[in-house]
Nanobody, 129 residues
Framework: QVQLVESGGDLVQSGDSLRLTCRFS????????IGWFRQAPGEEREGVTC????????DDADSVKGRFSISLDTPLNAVFQQMNSLKPEDTATHYC??????????????????????WGQGTQVTVSA
């Protein structure tokens, strides 16, 4: 059973940067992709960034293009999300989750979170204006 622990969330000001870390343990061999979701109060969980585990190809949501990036460090069993030029609308709890499918297009599609079974506890990112 894969376990995930997110960290790195904080209270920051608009324009600041943060780096989130997700450390995972357990067997990841069955999974094709991993990435980050976020959920603001009263909103649905949305996919933000994704990396295909075998190819290293990445993709991200339109709302964060040019500002967020994802990277995977396999020896460290960690996936990172670098967030630059943060905006108040980025305020949310951020979660990482692996997916069996390797397609990041699928990973970032609406409602994809409903098909993922394993989640970490999340890390809170708050961006003040």
């Amino acid at each position: 059973q894969v376990q995930l622990v997110e960290s790195g969330g904080d209270l920051v000001q608009s324009g600041d940067s943060l780096r989130l870390t997700c450390r995972f343990s357990g067997v990841m061999a069955d999974y094709g992709s991993i990435g980050w979701f976020r959920q603001a109060p009263g909103e649905e969980r949305e996919g933000v960034t994704c990396i295909e585990i075998e190819s290293g190809a990445t993709d991200d949501a339109d709302s964060v293009k040019g500002r967020f990036s994802i990277s995977l460090d396999t020896p460290l069993n960690a996936v990172f999300q670098q967030m630059n030029s943060l905006k108040p609308e980025d305020t949310a709890t951020h979660y990482c989750a692996p997916a069996f499918d390797s397609s990041c297009h699928l990973y970032l599609s609406p409602d994809s979170y409903k098909y993922l079974q394993i989640w970490g506890q999340g890390t809170q990112v708050t961006v003040s204006a």
